[in-house]
């Protein structure tokens, strides 16, 4: 099984310990495709000596050719939006992790689209459970 993980990098590295936390769970299920997503060195003014041409074209072969993706959406990325929206237009199978909190909401782009599974949760305990059910 191959797990596209997908989560905020230059939208903003606040969560990037639960990213860590995710990629950890998701190792249970398959061979995660995007471990970088949880380094905590990787910063969101990115990295020197990549190009961003060479970070796309790597990132839409891998959701190519991955088996699933899943998206820790609660903070907002222009990237993890894209993503989504590619990923869906080749079918693949998507659910996308939403922390819940009280004075932010979930893009209507995202929570509105049948064809992505959103899951709402409170806090890392909440996942084994969600993504079991996934699986
Ligand atoms: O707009 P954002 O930067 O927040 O978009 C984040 C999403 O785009 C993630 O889910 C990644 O899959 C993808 N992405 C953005 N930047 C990178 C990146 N930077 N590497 C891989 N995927 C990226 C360089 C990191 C590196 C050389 C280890």
Do not use: W
Request: hydrophobic content about 35%.
């Amino acid at each position: 099984m191959k797990i596209y993980f997908a989560g905020s990098i230059r939208g903003g590295r606040d969560d990037k310990e639960l990213y860590s936390q995710i990629i950890n769970l998701l190792k249970g299920y398959g061979e995660v495709l995007t471990e970088h997503i949880g380094d905590p060195k990787l910063l969101a003014y990115g990295e020197v000596g990549v190009t961003d041409e060479s970070i796309y074209e790597r990132d839409v072969e891998l959701i190519r050719g991955s088996d699933v993706i899943i998206a820790e959406v609660t903070n907002p990325s222009l990237g993890v939006g894209y993503e989504l929206a590619y990923a869906e237009s080749l079918g693949k199978k998507v659910i996308c992790l939403y922390r819940e909190t009280e004075d932010k909401r979930l893009s209507a782009m995202i929570n509105g689209n049948k064809k992505l599974m959103v899951k709402n949760y409170k806090t890392v305990e909440d996942l084994p459970e969600i993504l079991q059910e996934f699986f």
